[in-house]
T-cell receptor, first 112, second 113 residues
Framework: DTEVTQTPKHLVMGMTNKKSLKCEQH?????MYWYKQKAKKPPELMFV???????INESVPSRFSPECPNSSLLNLHLHALQPEDSALYLC???????????FGPGTRLTVL | DQQVKQNSPSLSVQEGRISILNCDYTNSMFDYFLWYKKYPAEGPTFLISISSIKDKNEDGRFTVFLNKSAKHLSLHIVPSQPGDSAVYFCAASGGGATNKLIFGTGTLLAVQP
């Protein structure tokens, strides 16, 4: 299995809702990542988990809360988002340092 | 401060010819470079990478060249095919325990039949 899966594919939520994005990989990778991509912009790193521990938080607002329940799963909990948070949220994984990151298909999030 | 730049937002090439995509970086601590291809509403797909100890890496139709003194890398695709039409991102990393990637702004490649 050489893919990263993400659910849901699309998500529409109101500013008062609580929702979660899910990411899964079964490649035995020890690092997992969340990126945010706005239209016509490059992906921007949000969080890095290494060996199930949060190692980088790129000053992301607390309305985004990551969780790594085990080495194969990565969640992103969303609460009280703003319309400007609407974007494509990408999950990636890698074996470790100096290794390519494999990306999932993304979740297209719309905040109303 | 954009540490990784792709100065050509778009490129159009005839099928069968060579496509050359360019990327410049400013941070001399970067030591690992990657190219990704992205279709709309999909995640980036890894194409090829190069570490700073090399100046060339080849994989099939794709070759990446690295000029460390100029802080410049390029991706050559030959021969170009219509299915290569996509946005291409270069990315750079300083390695270490966290493998943080910094992406360039992307170049939209259109391969004309």
């Amino acid at each position: 299995d050489t893919e990263v899966t993400q659910t849901p594919k699309h998500l529409v939520m109101g500013m008062t809702n609580k929702k979660s994005l899910k990411c899964e990989q079964h490649m035995g990778h020890r690092a997992m990542y969340w990126y945010k991509q706005k239209a016509k912009k490059p992906p921007e790193l949000m969080f890095v988990y290494s060996y199930e521990k949060l190692s980088i938080n790129e000053s992301v607002p607390s309305r985004f809360s990551p969780e790594c329940p085990n080495s194969s799963l990565l969640n992103l909990h969303l609460h009280a988002l703003q319309p400007e948070d609407s974007a494509l949220y990408l999950c990636a994984s890698s074996q470790g340092s100096y290794n390519e990151q494999f990306f999932g298909p993304g979740t297209r999030l719309t905040v109303l | 401060d954009q540490q990784v730049k792709q100065n050509s937002p778009s490129l159009s090439v005839q099928e069968g010819r060579i496509s050359i995509l360019n990327c410049d970086y400013t941070n001399s601590m970067f030591d690992y470079f990657l190219w990704y291809k992205k279709y709309p509403a999909e995640g980036p797909t890894f194409l090829i990478s190069i570490s700073s100890i090399k100046d060339k890496n080849e994989d099939g139709r794709f070759t990446v060249f690295l000029n460390k003194s100029a802080k410049h890398l390029s991706l050559h695709i030959v021969p170009s095919q219509p299915g290569d039409s996509a946005v291409y991102f270069c990315a750079a990393s300083g390695g270490g325990a966290t493998n943080k990637l910094i992406f360039g702004t992307g170049t939209l490649l259109a391969v004309q039949p």
